[in-house]
Each structure stands twice: as structure tokens, then as C-alpha cells.
């Protein structure tokens, strides 16, 4: 499933982590967008680290799109070192075998304010084998930013698997191989990205991922649920109607069982998406 969890500020106003981790704890693999650490607005948590207690059974990774000092020093000069992060999580039952953290490309705005986005990339080892979960949140400050990040991204998932994975070769003597845990770690083709797009289903930022091979999720013919809203009517955010911008996108290598949108959850400004996958034989 994929959610943009707002810091757990739900539509009530209210900051309830426990209540955005009951929405998503049935899910095999978690991509949340907007995870807080040490934010005032959050009440300085590590939302990733209570996140993780809240669900001890499960895998995760945490990769921040945006990464600021916010240490304080105490009478004696001792600096408490603390980083301001804001980013995606991935959550699984099964062992996520390695990640990594892109930035996207960001435009300067003058007096309108922007920060970086990012994407990351997971490789979790599923019962069926090995599959790339890449979790995607990008900028909502204009379409031509968004242009830039998708062309980036797809760039990216086109290249990881040619790169290889994490560890790779075979030319590794019996001390090396003790000494970095070495075995080859995959990069297999089989791919979900999903997250927060902050575009609509038939924009050109969507396209981009039609085009380079990769399809919706939901759809009429797999859904469970009757629309496409993931983000609701917000004149605050300047969204003046329904809109669907969260998705989860599969490649050729998986197959959609089911998809639906949880219209009920009121624990974000966002609705979680969710899909039953199954990988196609090799």
C-alpha cells in the first residue's frame, strides 16, 4: 500500500500516529510519504523510529528527501547533534535486501517556497522472488518541476537494473567476502513505484511513466472501490475539487490481482492506495 501519512495530522486536525499505523498494518509493504523526525510541528518524534515500534514485526527503511541541522548546544558547549528530516518510509514483511535515496531535480522558485524531493528505492525479497519497491513523492510547487523529477526517475529505473545491485562480481577472496558479508545482491526488472505524484491520471507527468512501461493499479477492471480520489477538495492547499494523485504503478514483471482506495480513512489529507501484486514468472 502506499499513503502520504501528512506527519499523521489527520483530516480532524488531530496528530495520531497509532491511528495511521492501524490504516495501513494489514499491508505485506508499506510506502509512506511525509514522515516527520524531530519537527516542531510533530512534537520533535521520530515518527520513523515510533512508526517501526508500532509494527515490530516488519522491515523498514526511512530516506529523507529533506535533511537539516536542528541540534541545540547546552551551557557547557556540548552539542546535542539532531537532523530535521522529512521523508518516505518502507515497511515489510518480508526482508528488504537493500535501498538507496535519489534526489529529484529541483527548480529554484524565488520567493515561493520549495525543498527537495526524492525517491526511494527498495529491493524486498517477496516469497516469489526478489522485487524493486520504489517510494516517490514529488514537488507540488508546478508541473514543469514535476516534468524534470519524472524524467529523472524513469532514467533511474530504467538504469538499476543494468547497474546491478548493491553488492555485485565474483572476483572476491575468502577475507573480502568475510569482511563485506558478500554475496550478490539483486536488481531485478519487476518493479512497483508508487507515492504521491501530486499530478492527475492523464497528466503529461503520468505519461511519462505510461510511456516509459508502467501501468496504474487501479482501474476499472481491477478495483474494488468506485473512484479515483486520494486527495480531497482543500481550498487551503489549493485544491479546489477531488483530485487522484497517489498511485501505484507496476512494470511488466507484475501482475494486479486487485486495487483499492480507501475512501474512509481520516487519518491524513490523503487517502491510502492499495494493490494486490503477484510477480510473473521469470
Not at 30 to 49: F, G, K, T, Y
Not at 91 to 117: D, Q
Amino acid at each position: 500500500m502506499s499513503y502520504n501519512i501528512q506527519y499523521s495530522l489527520g483530516r480532524d486536525g488531530v496528530y495520531d500516529l497509532g491511528r495511521t499505523v492501524e490504516a495501513v498494518r494489514e499491508a505485506d509493504v508499506i510506502c509512506l510519504q511525509e514522515v516527520d523526525r524531530h519537527w516542531p510541528r510533530s512534537a520533535m518524534a521520530d515518527q520513523a523510529a515510533l512508526i517501526a515500534g508500532l509494527l515490530p514485526d516488519r522491515y523498514w527503511v526511512f530516506g529523507p528527501m529533506l535533511d537539516v541541522d536542528a541540534s541545540t548546544v547546552a551551557a557547557d558547549g556540548r552539542v546535542h547533534n539532531v537532523r530535521r528530516q522529512y521523508g518516505q518510509m518502507v515497511l515489510s514483511r518480508f526482508p528488504i535486501v537493500s535501498s538507496r535515496t535519489f534526489p529529484l531535480p529541483m527548480l529554484h522558485t524565488g520567493p515561493l517556497a520549495n525543498a527537495w524531493c526524492c525517491a526511494l528505492e527498495t529491493v524486498v525479497a517477496t516469497p516469489d522472488g526478489p522485487m524493486r519497491v520504489v517510494n516517490v513523492h514529488l514537488t507540488d510547487i508546478s508541473q514543469h518541476n514535476r516534468m524534470t523529477q519524472v524524467w529523472d526517475l524513469v532514467r533511474r529505473l530504467h538504469e538499476a537494473p543494468i547497474e546491478g545491485g548493491a553488492r555485485c562480481g565474483t572476483s572476491v577472496d575468502a577475507i573480502e567476502r568475510e569482511h563485506w558479508l558478500y554475496d550478490d545482491l539483486p536488481m531485478p526488472h519487476a518493479a512497483i513505484v508508487c507515492g504521491d505524484f501530486n499530478d492527475e491520471p492523464h497528466s503529461p507527468v503520468l505519461d511519462v511513466m505510461y510511456r516509459a512501461g508502467y501501468r496504474d493499479s487501479w482501474s476499472p477492471a481491477t478495483a474494488r472501490t468506485p473512484n479515483e480520489i486520494t486527495f480531497r477538495a482543500d481550498l487551503g492547499q489549493g485544491a479546489h475539487y477531488d483530485l487522484c494523485i497517489d498511485f501505484i504503478l507496476v512494470n511488466d514483471g507484475v501482475d494486479v490481482v486487485d486495487a483499492a482506495i480507501d475512501g474512509d480513512c481520516e487519518a491524513s489529507d490523503h487517502q491510502p492506495v492499495w494493490a494486490t501484486v503477484r510477480l510473473r514468472p521469470s
